[in-house]
């Protein structure tokens, strides 16, 4: 078992920076590759960033890439998400997850673990 959790978020305003941060605990960290997603309110959660078990790999979809970021320390159990220049549809509550394997995974199915999520709410 794996255990999530974020932290970070709130309110920020558009153009700002959203720093937030994923320790996990459990099974070895640096074992798996992570996602971080997002869910808007009425819509599907999509994946934002992924990440490989040793940070040497990263994918980033077409919709947020150039603003957002992904990293690891596999000393510390955590994961950094980070994504610049914020906009109003950025709203929504981001999640971090773990893959059940060490190879980038951009599939959600292929995350059984999740935090409990963060809400951050991006105002005009």
């Known amino acids: 078992q794996v255990q999530l959790v974020e932290s970070g978020g709130g309110l920020v305003q558009a153009g700002g920076s959203l720093r937030l941060s994923c320790a996990a605990s459990g099974r070895t960290f640096s074992y798996y590759a992570m996602g971080w997603f997002r869910q808007a309110p009425g819509k599907e959660r999509v994946l934002v960033a992924a990440?490989?078990?040793?940070?040497?790999?990263?994918f980033y979809p077409d919709s947020v890439k150039g603003r957002a970021t992904i990293s690891r320390d596999n000393a510390k159990n955590t994961v950094y998400p980070q994504m610049n220049s914020l906009k109003p549809e950025d709203t929504a509550v981001y999640y971090c997850?773990?893959?059940?394997?060490?190879?980038?995974?951009?599939?959600?199915?292929?995350?059984?673990?999740w935090g409990q999520g963060t809400q951050v709410t991006v105002s005009s």
């Open positions: 997850a773990a893959s059940r394997s060490s190879g980038l995974s951009t599939d959600n199915g292929l995350y059984p673990y």
């Open positions: 990440i490989n078990w040793s940070g040497t790999s990263t």
